[in-house]
């Protein structure tokens, strides 16, 4: 069932969401070659304590750290270690919020120190592919509108769609429906309607989209071990469109 928010509800949501929006940027400026995963995770767990939140993934169905760190060819999922990040790569961070009840949720994929301009192009596309669905987020129009908008971006760009995750509604609970693909063809699934909180997330490889769930049983990695981007904004649907909350 999906639960439709009231408005002041979608206030206590997007108060959460600005503070993994502003922790994320924090992270953003902070990483660097040298650092470890842990380090990250570290630093966003101290922000989000002082800025009156609690981690919405720190016992989440186990998983033992507040920042999902993915690194290179991990899709989602990574779990904060010892690996020290070096200049070259990239790294996803994830991150959920708790206020007052209700949930955030934010990802984005950086590079560390100096990159090549084809890393740069599957992140470009990748978050391009973000904002083309957060714009089909219309009262009236079909869930699956988001998802075809996310596909028509990635695909013609040579990149592949992961399929074996999806995005989610999101509210009193970290996950809500409805589900929310990246994939498929547009005008099908419920209406979009007034209320409803999305967090809307394509994760994007640059070679097959299969992917494969590591022996810790959380870190997922392409299965041909090609690079993966993640992007995943927060987004409430309103009569007048879609209103990021993840932002600062």
């Known amino acids: 069932m999906i639960i439709l928010k009231s408005k002041a509800e979608v206030e ?11 922790t994320l940027q924090a992270l953003k400026a902070y990483v660097s070659p040298g650092m470890t995963t ?3 995770d570290t630093f966003a767990e101290k922000r989000i304590i002082e800025a009156g939140g609690i981690p919405a993934f720190k016992g989440y169905r186990n998983f033992p750290a507040t ?8 899709v989602v999922h990574g779990i904060p270690s010892d690996k020290v990040l070096k200049d070259g790569d990239i790294v996803g961070m994830d991150l959920g919020v708790i206020v ?17 301009d ?14 083309a669905g957060i714009s089909q987020g219309l009262p009236g129009g079909r869930l699956s509108d988001i998802s075809h908008a996310v596909q028509s971006t990635v695909e013609p760009q040579g990149y592949s769609i992961v399929t074996d995750f999806v995005g989610h509604g999101i509210g009193r609970s970290l996950h809500e429906e409805p589900q ?17 909180v ?35 904004h927060t987004v409430a649907i309103t009569k007048d469109g879609p209103v990021i909350l993840t932002q600062v």
Do not use: Q
């Not at 949501?13 to 503070?19: L, P, Y």
């Not at 920042?67 to 991990?74: H, K, T």
């Not at 007052?100 to 090549?116: L, N, Q, R």
């Open 12 to 22: 206590k949501i997007a108060k959460a969401s600005r503070i993994v929006a502003s």
């Open 38 to 40: 842990l380090m990250l």
């Open 67 to 74: 920042l999902c760190v993915s690194v290179n060819e991990e």
């Open 100 to 116: 007052d009840g209700f949930y955030g949720d934010a990802a984005i994929t950086v590079p560390i120190g100096e990159v090549d």
């Open 118 to 131: 084809e890393i740069l192009r599957l992140l470009d596309v990748t978050e391009k592919s973000l904002y």
């Open 180 to 196: 929310i693909p990246n994939f498929g063809p547009k005008g099908k699934g419920p209406r979009l309607k007034e209320g409803m």
């Open 198 to 232: 999305l967090a809307i997330e394509p994760m994007v490889n640059v070679g097959k989209p299969e992917v494969e769930v590591l022996g810790d049983g959380w870190t997922a990695v392409s299965s041909d071990r090609s690079l993966s981007a993640h992007f995943e």
